[in-house]
Each structure stands twice: as structure tokens, then as C-alpha cells.
């Protein structure tokens, strides 16, 4: 089972994530750092938008799968080769 | 004058002499490697019971196991015994003809437990078990109406619940023999190896009466019931825990075993040695062969910004589905193209590789072969020969041979011994039914079994001939290398230079040529003709070749 690193967050407060993440991504920003505590190199976060965009859409799936299908927020990692098609291809 | 003998003396204090390991080191265990127990004791005293039947419990185990572990097995019982004839070697050729014929027929049909077991799965088993189980033993027994059979009994049937406590009350008198009150031989024609005989005959009743009665407790070691001198009696056959064993004279069954220690009773399994490293060496397979596997369901790696694949680029045939808790089930697949090229952004790490692996690399492939060639060592037959003949050149190749034949002299010696009880028997009952007449000879056999391995036949030969020649060798030692007998030999090559003689003679007459000139016509064609007309000059009287064709006869 693959972690949901937004546990208990509701769909409201993952889809404002979700669009500002969005933004973030739109406005050509590479990466996003956030601090918890003192500031510290040590416990800064980085990660790319696209990842952060990626880790709320599972998160949203996991809240209201009918709107956020896991089809829709899986990313295709591996696939296997098919070298021809129906029967008739 | 011859001086006398030096008498030696050898003062020692109250206690005794002071003894150490001073000359010799290795006499003194140290702690720089692990310590070994005292295995100074019987052998039954150092492998038990359970251990013995554990081994037999690894044997069988590793054999299903290990495909190079079970073809070596059988090659070794294949190159053995693939031919084991019978031969008569006493006086009486007329009945040793008969007895053959009797004794062929007899090893369709000799085991008890009917097709396929027979002559040739007797064999096998003599050579297969010992190695495999450490032993097999052999029942001989019988119809009701006193026709021979045998019966093959597992080795773990005998003294499976055997305990080191475990003894038995043996009783002798006559030529019967009782143990625990059960009489287990009435004609046992010599008296067992107990303690003094006793005055007054036991209760126990039965069997033949009369001379001096035996009576003692017999050690039982490893289910086999043994006498004062350590000789079986009999064999304890555990049929079940909840039933009485059934005691079984050692008369009538006997083990198939080569005893490597002094006093061993029972066979250990000859893959003792090696059964830790055949086992290790399976389970090593079996788990690189698993990483080989997912090795293998890997083609391509593609190295991307995103790190997934882009639909967009890629054509998915069928998108990959999921199960109700949103877990993958099957993967996207992918359509490929033949001349397919693909562009890849610069500067990005973006790439596409093979995905290559070089598992087991060539040090573990080098370990594994030396500890596969050693676990063959320890069942005494050569890696080489087995699975690798290629590997070694052909010096090297027949000293192997010439260790492979040895081994294989060794295993023919146990089934020859075994052979012979067997065919002893039956011969026995044979004459005691009637089936065959007295024969003053009729234990003397010995068997033919097929011929030794040779890496280079047409060496051999030529050697052979130069031994035979120089007197270095005999002609009946060629012939037994070859699995033949010289008085078959020379027999047969008196009833063939017979007929060519016959022949020769008539050809001679009809043509009116000489017989030595129908005998070359006869003989096989020389290598040149060169060697033909010196050899017709040498054995052509004087004379001879000046006569014309056709004319003249003699």
C-alpha cells in the first residue's frame, strides 16, 4: 500500500494545494522549498512541482476516488511491448 | 656371532610415564579453529540411529533436487551394471549351459513385487542405494510352493524405531535359532557367537532339538541384532510404531553396503560429505536463478524529466487496470514499431539503455564449479567425466578414465557379492525342486559385466597388443577389460576358423586353387596390395605361385 503523505487533509484543503501547486508549475517555478521550525538547510524540502502535483492527486484520489480516479492520477512508470495490435491490425 | 637383542627398559615414576604432545602439535586441539569432539569410539557411538536416517532422509531429499547430482547417480549405475551375465565357472560346462539358461529366465520374474521389477532393477537398486540411502537390503524368500524369489526392502524399514538401549534374547540349540521366543531359522547350519552354553533347555519350545543350547542378550545397533563378535543374526523390520517388529535371520536378507569404517552395520549415505554443499549449491541455483528471472522481465530503461511515461509520445495500446482498493493489476502496454527512432531532449539526463545485467560474474561461477567438483569428489566420481569432458585434454581425460573404471570395479564388486547370495539361492532351490541336477560346482559363478570405459579406444588397443607381445599382459586380462571371457573367445574362434577352414576347403576343391589360396580369398582384404602378395609369398609353399590359374587342385 503506497503512502498518503496528505493523510487527513480534507478535499478542500488538498484542491487549494492542489491549484497553488498548479500555479507554482504554470508560472515556471522548478522546485518548491518549504521550512518547518528554525530555519535549516537540514530541514528544508524540495521537491518539483510536478511531484507535488503528483503525491496531491493520489492523495485526492484516496478522499473522492469517483472525481480523482486512480487511473487518471497514476503515472505510467512501466508498461510492457505489444508488437501488433487486434487482430486485424 | 649374532648380539643379543637389546632389552628395553622403560623407567616409569609411581604415577606412571609423563606423556605430552610435545613431538607432534596437531595432537593438541587449540582454540585457533573450532574444536572437534572425541570420536574415538564405535562408529555407532558417533553417528546415530536418527543420524544415520537423517542422512538417508538428505540423500533422498538432494537426489530430486539436484538434476547433475541425479544423472551422475545413474550414469554410475548405468556404466556398472548396464550387463551383469552370469557365468558359470565350474567343471560341468553341460550344466553350467543349463543353469544359465535357468538362472536367465529365473531374473525375468525373481522379485517379488512383479513388472518391472527384475534382474535389471535388482542391479540398479545394488548401485543407486548405497550411494543415494547408504544401503538397500536384499529378502531371499519364496512361494508357497518353494520357488525362489527376493524381495527388495528399503533401508529405512530396518530398525526405523531402533533405540541404543534396544536388546534381544537370542536363543540357539540344534540348528534353530529364537529371538525373543520367535524361532527365525530352523536350519541355520552353524551355532551363533553368544556366551557359554547353557545346561538346561528354555521353555521355549520348537525348531530342531538336540547338542548344546545358547542362550544370551544380543545387542541390537541400528535394528540389526548382532552376536558376541559384532556379526548380524538377524535384521529387525520396524513394520509400524503401534506393531511388534518382525525379526528377520540374516540368512535371509542381507544389506548392500561397502563399509568404509571398521564395524560399521549399517551404510551411511555417500553423499555424507557432500549433502551440506549439494544443498547449498541447489538452493544457490534456485535463488539466482529467481534474480535471472526478474532480471529478465526488465528490456528498457528510459531516463526522462518526469520519470513516467508521456502518452502523449508513447502509443498505449491497453491502459492498465486496477482493482477496487486502486491497486495496479496489469501493466499499460506499450506498441512497439520496428525502425522506430527516438529523440530524446539534450542536456536533460535523458535517456535509452538495454537493461544489461552480468549476474552470477565469473568468481561466483569459479566457486561453484570447485564446490560442485568437490561435492563430486565425495561420491568418489569425477565432475569432468560427468558434465565437463571438454575441459580436460586427453592425457588428463584417461587418467580419469582410468579412476572412473576403478570406481565402477568397486560398485560391480558389491553387486557381484550380492549377485552371488541371490543366484545362490536360487540355483539351491532350483536342485531342490528339481529343476536342475546336481552340480558338485554349483556355487562357482562369476559375472560379466560390461566393458571397461575407455577415452581412447584404438590406443588401448595398441597398447594391449604391446603388453600381450612383450609379455607385459595377458590375453585373459585384455579380454576381461572388454567384459568378455577368454574361453568364450577362444571358443568362439575355434568354431570361426573352423568354418573359414570348411569353406576354404570347398572353394579349393570347386576351383582347384590350393587351401591356403582359398583362405586369402577368404580373409578380410589387407591394407594394400603390397601386404597381400608378401603375404601370399609367406604362406604360398615353394612353387605355389608359379602354378596358372584355375589349373591343378590338390
Not at chain 1, 487533509?9 to 508560472?27: F, G, T
Not at chain 2, 531374473?107 to 534382474?119: F, L, N, T
Not at chain 2, 568404509?260 to 549449491?281: C, K
Not at chain 2, 477496487?324 to 530524446?344: E, M, N, P, S
Request: a negative charge.
Amino acid at each position: 500500500m503506497a503512502i498518503n503523505f496528505f493523510v487527513g487533509w480534507s478535499q478542500q484543503e488538498l484542491e487549494a494545494e492542489l491549484r497553488a501547486a498548479q500555479e507554482d508549475l504554470a508560472a515556471g517555478k522548478s522546485t518548491i522549498s518549504s521550512q518547518a521550525g528554525e530555519v535549516r538547510s537540514g530541514a528544508a524540502v524540495e521537491l518539483s512541482a510536478q511531484e507535488r502535483i503528483k503525491l496531491i492527486l493520489r492523495a485526492l484520489n484516496k478522499v473522492n476516488p469517483e472525481e480523482y480516479p486512480v487511473a487518471d492520477v497514476t503515472a505510467i512508470t512501466s508498461t510492457r511491448a505489444a508488437f501488433s495490435g487486434a487482430a486485424w491490425d | 656371532m649374532a648380539a643379543k637383542a637389546y632389552k628395553v627398559i622403560d623407567r616409569r615414576s609411581a604415577s606412571g610415564w609423563v606423556s605430552s604432545n610435545t613431538l607432534i602439535e596437531t595432537a593438541t586441539q587449540t582454540t585457533d579453529r573450532g574444536y572437534t569432539p572425541p570420536l574415538d569410539d564405535d562408529i555407532h557411538r558417533t553417528v546415530s540411529n536418527l543420524g544415520r536416517r537423517t542422512l538417508m532422509t538428505l540423500g533422498r531429499s538432494i537426489l530430486w533436487r539436484f538434476p547433475a547430482l541425479m544423472g551422475m547417480v545413474l550414469e554410475q549405475a548405468n556404466l556398472a551394471v548396464s550387463s551383469f551375465i552370469p557365468q558359470y565357472t565350474g567343471r560341468n560346462r553341460a550344466w553350467g549351459d543349463q543353469a544359465e539358461g535357468v538362472l536367465r529366465e529365473w531374473h525375468k520374474v525373481m522379485d517379488v513385487a512383479g513388472w518391472p521389477y527384475d534382474y535389471d532393477s535388482f542391479l540398479q537398486q545394488l548401485v543407486i542405494a548405497p550411494i543415494v540411502e547408504g544401503e538397500t537390503f536384499t529378502l531371499l524368500t519364496e512361494t508357497s510352493e518353494g520357488y525362489p524369489l527376493i524381495q527388495m526392502i528399503p533401508a529405512h524399514r530396518v530398525g526405523k524405531y531402533a533405540a541404543p538401549s534396544d536388546t534381544a534374547r537370542v536363543r540357539y540349540q540344534g540348528t534353530s535359532l529364537w529371538i525373543d521366543g520367535v524361532l527365525v531359522d530352523d536350519s541355520r547350519p552353524y551355532p551363533v557367537e553368544g556366551s557359554s552354553p547353557s545346561p538346561s533347555p528354555l521353555p521355549e519350545g520348537g525348531g530342531a532339538r538336540g547338542g548344546p543350547e545358547i542362550v544370551f542378550t544380543a545387542r541390537i545397533v541400528d535394528g540389526v541384532i548382532l552376536d558376541n563378535y559384532g556379526r548380524p543374526i538377524a535384521y529387525r523390520l520396524d513394520e509400524d510404531y503401534q506393531q511388534a517388529p518382525v525379526d528377520v535371520a540374516a540368512r535371509n536378507m542381507f544389506p548392500a553396503f561397502c563399509p568404509i569404517t571398521t564395524g560399521q552395520v549399517r551404510g551411511f549415505s555417500l553423499l555424507a560429505s557432500s549433502v551440506f554443499d549439494w544443498q547449498d549449491l541447489a538452493e544457490w541455483r534456485r535463488f539466482e536463478m529467481l534474480a535471472q528471472k526478474v532480471f529478465s522481465t526488465r528490456t528498457l530503461i528510459e531516463t526522462n524529466e518526469s520519470g513516467d511515461e508521456d502518452e502523449a509520445k508513447s502509443i498505449i495500446q491497453t491502459a492498465a487496470t486496477f482493482d477496487a482498493d486502486g491497486k495496479k493489476t496489469t501493466l499499460d502496454v506499450q506498441r512497439l514499431y520496428g525502425g522506430t527512432i527516438q529523440y530524446l531532449k539534450a542536456k536533460t539526463g535523458s535517456s535509452v539503455q538495454a537493461f544489461g545485467y552480468d549476474r552470477p560474474g565469473t568468481s561466483s561461477r569459479e566457486f561453484l564449479k570447485t564446490t560442485l567438483r568437490d561435492a563430486f569428489r565425495g561420491t568418489e566420481w569425477d565432475m569432468f567425466f560427468s558434465l565437463d569432458p571438454q575441459a580436460v585434454g586427453g592425457a588428463p581425460m584417461r587418467v580419469i578414465v582410468e579412476k572412473i573404471n576403478s570406481v565402477l570395479g568397486k560398485r560391480r564388486k558389491l553387486v557381484r557379492k550380492c549377485c552371488l547370495r541371490v543366484d545362490g539361492y536360487a540355483v539351491a532351490k532350483f536342485m531342490m525342486l528339481g529343476l536342475l541336477p546336481w552340480d558338485d560346482d554349483w556355487y562357482q559363478w562369476d559375472y560379466q559385466g560390461p566393458a571397461d570405459l575407455t577415452a581412447d579406444k584404438k590406443y588401448d588397443s595398441d597398447v594391449d597388443i604391446q603388453e600381450i607381445g612383450q609379455g607385459l599382459g595377458t590375453r585373459k586380462l585384455s579380454c576381461a577389460r572388454r567384459g568378455l571371457y577368454l574361453e568364450d573367445v577362444d571358443a568362439q574362434r575355434e568354431i570361426e576358423a573352423d568354418a573359414e577352414l570348411e569353406r576354404a576347403g570347398r572353394l579349393a576343391r570347386k576351383h582347384g586353387i590350393s587351401l591356403q589360396e582359398a583362405l586369402m580369398v577368404l580373409r578380410p582384404p589387407r591394407s594394400s596390395s603390397a601386404t597381400l602378395s608378401s603375404a601370399v609369398a609367406e604362406d604360398e609353399p615353394a612353387g605355389a605361385q608359379e602354378r596358372p590359374p584355375g589349373g591343378g587342385g590338390e
